[in-house]
């Protein structure tokens, strides 16, 4: 029984002494959304992501404009035969045939697209993001911060002005 409260004694005063050190802990948080967006070098990644849409939307457009002419003259085609679809003419199912494949064609290149501009944000991005992470972890180091949390996703409903590590991270970053 002495043993027991001996015991309960000792795990009571760790509890405490945990809960004491939790209550330590300090919490920051930052914008890491617009802290990347400030940086130069996500200015020249939208300029190189924006070139690689723009040739993605010229090719769109070449296959798109292929399609409109092959639709026109599909429908060319039925008006000439009194807005019924030609059923002996080969060249009308040659017209429809191409028009379908072309279609899905359009969808895949257009889903290479995506695909493709995504990439190159995710390649261009990863660099800025470790870098602006790094430098909320060190800021975060040198002001005794345990935990930085990232008000961007508007999670966080209230906090301390000082505990916004923005201006502190720019300063590490060398951004105004």
């Known amino acids: 029984m002495k043993n027991s409260i001996k015991t309960l004694a000792l795990v009571f005063g760790l509890m405490i002494c945990a809960i004491t050190a939790n209550a330590q802990s300090k919490i920051a948080h930052i914008y890491a959304d617009s ?101 909320i972890e060190e800021v975060a180091k040198e002001k005794g911060y345990t935990y930085v949390l990232d008000a961007s996703a508007g999670g966080i409903l209230y906090s301390q002005p000082a505990d916004n590590l923005m201006n502190d991270v720019k300063k590490k970053l060398g951004l105004k």
């Open 35 to 135: 802290l990347v967006l400030l940086m130069p070098e996500a200015q020249k990644a939208d300029t190189v992501i924006q070139a690689e849409v723009k040739t993605w939307e010229n090719a769109l457009s070449k296959r798109e404009a292929e399609l409109k002419n092959l639709y026109d003259s599909i429908m060319k085609k039925v008006a000439d035969n009194g807005g019924e679809e030609p059923k002996n003419d080969p060249f009308f199912q040659i017209l429809v045939d191409d028009y379908q494949a072309g279609t899905q064609k359009f969808n895949k290149l257009d889903q290479d697209a995506k695909n493709a501009v995504a990439a190159k944000r995710q390649t261009l991005y990863e660099p800025i993001i470790a870098k602006v992470r790094k430098a």
